[in-house]
């Protein structure tokens, strides 16, 4: 592992003074919220922005915003629905309503959706843009314009981003933005680089964090540790590749095109690992494990679509390990060079599984089978315009996300509750390969999946160490397997409206990002219908689910506390120490046996919200 403190491109240090001048001459664009990269992070940002009330401006390299879901990423990951709200799951109610309105509700789009988990890349470009645009009068989105990790295209003031310079890729010409508050909602945090934020690269050791599966490792899948496994830091970051939208509807199928740099050598492996059948692991009857399933990893979308993923069981499969090692800290020429290889990589991965005549015969044809949807990515010959981009740097912030944040503290408890979370999540830990096949090895090194429970996000993993002005909802603040959680699309679009609704009272507070109220910040994500604690009895929206909120985080509920019971009459004895521990013992009345958990929380909230804030502050359970 690497902790990087100046930021790096093509491997070499540049040192940032301590206020770098911006291009002069060029006209300066003023926005509350600057937001530099339209993944779903940033879009939830803007978002959030202008339902504060406020202006932003969301700036995107390329012509298209959406990130990965709008390039292939279409079965949402999640290890718990219910456990993220908020904009993410209005986003998924909007694409399960617009697969009812347009095909009915008994339909089998309706069915393939999953209640809005998954769908066509298409339309999830489409509800995004629709977002955006219910909001054209605050939110302005600029398209191809792209922003490079250089000290110069930044402006600070006394420790505080305060301008911006984008290449504008369709004039040619520099761009200059100013902002009271900057968002980084790349995938590789280069705003946060540029600036002066240290980061992380690579992964780090057992040794530092005491973390499980920390460090070299070589895991047969769903099978303990192998062989070689050292569990020593590295500079190693995951392998990318490409989410493709495949399908075997002939009427909606592109055949897949040979590469012009096409070199077979690299798939031959291929050859004797399906004649043998050779796999990484154990895999269970729910894995389609033939044809093509043994070289992608395909959950069923509407419309006869695939995401089609890399496979964990294959030891060839879509990821391009070891190659896209520089990525994070390169410049988007050496970047788009990269995403051409992996391309012509992939696409040859796939011609050589259709119609090398030294594979079996009915393997073969059962790859055919499948194509690229036709009626995807119009305007890019049917392929995914965006690497998956599953690791970039990772910002140091004012809370470093280990695995043990993700983790239960003791047998069937809760991971760690922190009192200042921003969004509770639900992922396995989960890292792909870092190197390509080796000799002799059970598996690719680094790749892994290890269970974890629903947990909470501290607000300090979005907020940058020594610079002031910025926030980081993407490129968050996490040891190599503390992000491999919060890497998911669902928690980047809840932070990033973390983000966008702690850069609101950011501006009218006149208080920088790290110091907002949090009180202020957490009750407004809870209006937004967030979820910041998971319980599996209890909604957004819910009567009573506000003041729940409220005390779960501060530990009014037992770590084994999973169901809220907000219906169920309160004990005279929980009750006694809810009101010891608020202070409202001589203000607050309940009758025993009959006032519900939800009742007492709501009369405690209502008590809370009119103490002084540095009350509000010492309340804290024993839990």
């Known amino acids: 592992m690497i902790r990087v403190m100046l930021p790096i491109l093509f491997f070499c240090t540049i040192l940032i003074p301590i206020v770098v001048s911006p291009i002069q001459g060029e006209e300066l664009r003023q926005y509350d919220v600057v937001i530099v990269g339209g ?5 939830m940002a803007a978002v959030a922005v202008a339902r504060g009330g406020h202006t932003a401006v969301l700036l995107e390299r390329t012509a298209h915003i959406g990130g990965l879901p709008a390039n292939g990423l279409g079965a949402t990951d999640i290890g718990t629905r219910g456990a993220t709200g908020g904009l993410f799951l209005e986003f998924v109610q909007r694409i399960h309503r617009y697969y009812v309105e347009t095909y009915g509700p008994n339909s089998r789009q309706v069915k393939d959706c999953s209640d809005g988990y998954h769908f066509e890349p298409r339309i999830a470009e489409m509800i995004f843009e629709t977002m955006l645009a219910e909001h054209a009068s605050k939110v302005t989105v600029f398209k191809l314009r792209q922003f490079d990790a250089l000290p110069e295209h930044v402006h600070l003031e006394n420790g505080k981003l305060t301008q911006i310079t984008i290449f504008n890729r369709e004039t040619n010409k520099p761009e200059r933005y100013a902002g009271t508050v900057f968002i980084d909602a790349t995938y590789e945090g280069d ?3 540029a600036a002066g934020v240290p980061y992380r690269l690579g992964r780090e050791g057992q040794d530092e964090y005491g973390e499980p599966m920390a460090g070299r490792l070589y895991k047969p899948w769903r099978e303990p540790p192998g062989d070689g496994s050292t569990g020593f830091g590295d500079n190693a970051v995951q392998a990318y590749n490409y989410r493709l939208c495949l399908t075997r509807d002939p009427n909606n199928q592109a055949p897949i095109p040979k590469p012009e740099r096409y070199n077979r050598d690299e798939f031959v492996s291929l050859i004797d690992d399906v004649k043998l059948n050779r796999t990484t692991g154990k895999y269970g009857s729910e894995m389609a494990f033939e044809g093509i399933g043994k070289l992608v990893n395909m959950v069923l979308l509407p419309n006869g679509k695939t995401d089609a993923n890399n496979q964990h069981l294959a030891f060839l499969s879509t990821d391009l390990p070891e190659e896209n090692w520089p990525w994070p800290t390169s410049g988007w ?5 990269y995403a051409e290889r992996l391309r012509e990589y992939t696409l040859g991965l796939l011609w050589f599984a259709q119609h090398d005549s030294a594979l079996p015969e009915d393997f073969r044809q059962r790859c055919l089978e499948w194509g690229l949807a036709k009626d995807e990515y119009g305007d890019n010959q049917n392929f995914p315009r ?9 910002i140091e912030g004012e809370h ?7 983790l239960p503290m003791k047998e069937n408890s809760r991971p760690p509750i922190y009192a200042d979370s921003i969004t509770a999540s639900h992922y396995s830990l989960d890292s792909h390969a870092v190197r390509k096949r080796e000799p002799d090895r059970v598996h690719l090194d680094g790749f892994f999946s290890y269970p974890t429970k629903p947990y909470t996000v501290p607000y300090g993993v979005i907020v940058p160490k020594k610079v002031d002005g910025l926030l980081t909802p993407v490129p968050v603040s996490g040891t190599h397997i503390g992000f491999s959680t919060l890497r998911m699309e669902p928690c980047w679009m809840a932070m990033g409206q973390a983000a966008g609704v702690a850069a609101c009272i950011s501006i009218e507070d006149k208080a920088t990002p790290r110091n907002v109220n949090l009180f202020k910040l957490q009750r407004e994500l809870l209006k937004q219908q967030a979820t910041l604690v998971y319980f599996q009895d209890a909604q957004p929206g819910e009567p009573h689910y506000e003041a729940l909120q409220f005390f779960a985080l501060r530990g009014y509920y037992s770590s084994n506390d999973w169901q809220a019971k907000l219906n169920q009459p309160v004990s005279s004895a929980l009750a006694r120490q809810w009101l010891g521990w608020t202070g409202a013992q001589q203000t607050i009345h309940y009758q025993a046996g009959k006032t519900t958990h939800g009742e007492l929380l709501d009369a405690l909230y209502e008590y809370v919200q009119q103490q002084p804030e ?10």
């Open 39 to 43: 993944t779903p992070g940033g879009i």
């Open 191 to 193: 705003l946060a680089a």
């Open 333 to 337: 020429d050496w970047r788009d060079r």
């Open 386 to 394: 965006q690497v998956y981009v599953r690791e970039g740097r990772r």
């Open 400 to 406: 470093l996300f280990i695995a043990h944040d993700a």
């Open 614 to 623: 540095e009350r509000i502050q010492e309340i804290q359970g024993e839990s």
